[in-house]
């Protein structure tokens, strides 16, 4: 074995000493004069020291040193190298010390798929389970549980449901035990991958659901929408905690359906004593929003006023847009104009909210002094706002020109809503043909929405051939999926007369089993429970 000048002499004894800052850590070492090499151990237990310290970095130095002195570590050490190259975030190092090794052992493989994972070089981590396989190892349930973590990455997640497969098959061959955190990993992929049934499967052979895993599920089940598979989850969970019944209200508050229940749950939550966190909050004020129930909407207002959120951005625009769709616009200013930072979610909630509260003069003006005064860019929402405000104010010229600058100054790519809510601005102005002309100079093909707005301009101005013209476009993109496109041409041929065509119109939604959505309404009104 060489020297290492890191080490200046022999190592007779190596002492890991902290100084009352726990930041540095030194090695009591003996007189230089013996001469003698470092022993693996004494080195071993320098390694392990750098590891466990705040400044893991100031170990690197060691490797500098073995590769300058051509000492040949031991596996152990080389394991160790390892370990502090990835605590150092320095993956390239990490690799090199594995590639070194004669015969990588299945704990340097773990350590070496683990911080890939963490690092997001998800098909690396992937790479070597392959090459671990391929050696004739078996991974063991931390292998695989570091697997199933790495495809639930976003750059994987599209293939994870067979990747999550494939290692459920080789656990079930490799008769690993499948523990609670081996259990959870797949239960979460599986959820996450879409498919639920599989995870249901695993989640009904653990011997015990662990709240984490009951999350999962239930998340899963709100998701796809199965409601009541998700309420028997729930049910059974006897351990409760914030963040499973925050699982619930989110998937209840997604739906006018069931916001009702989102805010049972959001009573009971406090009948228990928990107490609603951020997420709670957020989701309980998306199904006020849903339902129009401003009394409520009010009530949680002023149950996170006393909390530490009531001054997040996030609130603020949230309570915001449930003021604005309550049709409280003087409420949700008062929360706009209290914001001590506002970002372009808040303006463009505030934005949106005078457009469909028939003030479009005001909307606009809040879009200039967002751009002009305060500097804030806007983003695709906020665009789509302001262009649908025009529509309602009438200002056709004003409307051209926010859809122009939106490419030109800030370099946003129009989405087909924007086309839509274009289409609508100039039929709504009566101008018919100039909206079917923007249509047909569209750069992409238009789908069904654009040519439902000009289908709405035309019976509202009484264009049967333009209405033709869009209700047949309509029909071949969706033939079935749009009765309100057929109830359309077939009233605005019933208000010019043309009742020969109507009775054919009627005979093809027969014919075609199309039947004429039923129409709803909802009344804000104030919960059985108060809050």
């Not at 020969?500 to 004429?516: A, C, G, Q």
């Amino acid at each position: 074995m060489g020297k290492l000048s890191l080490l200046k002499s022999s190592i007779s004894s190596s002492r890991i000493i902290s100084n009352p800052n726990h930041s540095l850590i030194q090695t009591e070492t003996s007189s230089s004069s013996h001469g003698h090499p470092p022993t693996a151990a004494s080195l071993s237990l320098l390694l392990q020291s750098y590891i466990n310290s705040d400044t893991p970095w100031h170990g690197q130095k060691i490797h500098t040193n073995i590769i300058k002195t051509g000492y040949i570590p031991n596996t152990n050490i080389s394991i160790k190298l390892l370990i502090l190259h990835l605590k150092c975030s320095c993956l390239l190092y990490a690799r090199q010390v594995f590639d070194d090794l004669r015969q990588p052992t299945l704990t340097a493989y773990n350590y070496m798929i683990a911080g890939y994972t963490k690092h997001g070089e998800v098909v690396e981590s992937l790479n070597l389970v392959r090459r671990l396989v391929s050696c004739n190892e078996k991974p063991d349930g931390y292998t695989f549980s570091m697997i199933l973590k790495a495809s639930t990455s976003d750059s994987i997640l599209p293939f994870g449901c067979r990747i999550g497969k494939e290692v459920h098959a080789q656990i079930v061959k490799s008769y690993v035990v499948v523990d609670d955190v081996l259990s959870t990993a797949l239960v979460d992929l599986y959820v996450k991958s879409g498919r639920v049934d599989y995870a249901r499967r695993v989640f009904d052979f653990m011997n015990e659901k662990d709240i984490v895993c009951s999350t999962s599920m239930i998340s899963g089940y709100m998701r796809q929408g199965y409601v009541e598979d998700a309420e028997e989850i729930f049910n059974k969970t006897t351990h409760k905690d914030v963040v499973v019944f925050n699982a619930m209200i989110e998937g209840y508050s997604k739906s006018i359906e069931t916001s009702k229940k989102a805010m049972n749950i959001y009573i009971n939550m406090q009948r228990f004593d928990f107490k609603p966190n951020m997420s709670t909050f957020a989701s309980i004020i998306g199904a006020c929003s849903l339902l129009s129930a401003s009394e409520v909407g009010q009530q949680v207002h002023g149950q996170l006023m006393k909390t530490e959120f009531s001054t997040n951005i996030k609130m603020g625009s949230a309570l915001i847009d449930m003021y604005s769709k309550c049709g409280k616009i003087e409420d949700a200013r008062t929360v706009f104009d209290g914001m001590n930072v506002k970002n372009v979610f808040s303006w463009t909630s505030m934005i949106d909210g005078y457009g469909k509260n028939s003030d479009p003069n005001e909307a606009l003006e809040l879009f200039d002094r967002m751009q002009n005064v305060y500097h804030i860019t806007p983003n695709h929402v906020t665009f789509l706002s302001a262009i649908s405000a025009c529509g309602h104010a009438g200002l056709v010229s004003k409307g051209q020109e926010i859809f122009k600058i939106m490419e030109k100054d800030y370099l946003l790519k129009p989405h087909m809503e924007h086309y839509a809510c274009m289409v609508d601005l100039l039929g709504r102005a009566g101008r018919v043909n100039q909206a079917f002309q923007f249509v047909m100079g569209m750069p992409e093909k238009p789908n069904s929405d654009v040519w439902a707005a000009l289908l709405s301009s035309c019976r509202l101005h009484g264009d049967v051939e333009m209405a033709s013209i869009a209700a047949n476009e309509l029909f071949k993109l969706s033939s079935d999926s749009r009765p309100g496109a057929y109830v359309a041409l077939s009233n605005t041929l019933a208000d010019v007369g043309r009742w020969d065509s109507v009775s054919e119109i009627r005979e093809v939604m027969k014919m075609r089993n199309i039947i004429k959505d039923s129409g709803s309404s909802w009344i804000g009104t104030e919960t059985d429970d108060g809050l």
